[in-house]
């Protein structure tokens, strides 16, 4: 850093990127980051899910995480909640999955029908 311009831009941006994961926002995408999801890649599929959403500007979005949910063998896990809708559980997602998710569920609103491993109300 070379002035406080540059160190009040750094500032902002990580504000917005906190933003994503207050989890105030109508739409929420879960992460499942217990340690079985983390050693089967639900790190990486999180940055890019927030990637995608930073790329898209799609800030009605919020990305949080959970533990386990159980489904140890279907990791890295992902839950779309689109309010009036049933939330959506995705498994064995990796990065290019994620993307998809977010372009087709999100931006399109069509579930990727393959990739579901449970619903719910």
């Known amino acids: 850093m070379k002035s406080l311009e540059e160190l009040e831009k750094i500032r902002k941006q990580a504000q917005e990127a906190l933003k994503v994961r207050e989890g105030q926002k109508p739409v929420r995408i879960v992460v499942a980051m217990g340690t079985c999801g983390i050693a089967a890649g639900a ?65 399109n609103d069509a579930v990727v029908g393959e990739w579901v491993v449970a619903t719910k109300r």
């Not at 800030?59 to 939330?87: F, H, I, N």
């Open 43 to 107: 790190r990486e599929v999180m940055t890019t899910i927030l990637e995608e959403l930073a790329a898209r500007s799609l800030s009605d979005v919020s990305v949080t995480q959970t533990g386990c949910m159980g489904l140890c063998e279907q990791e890295p896990l992902v839950t779309v909640e689109k309010p009036g809708q049933p939330a959506v559980t995705y498994g064995n997602i990796n990065a290019e999955r994620a993307r998809r998710i977010v372009a087709q569920h999100l931006v």
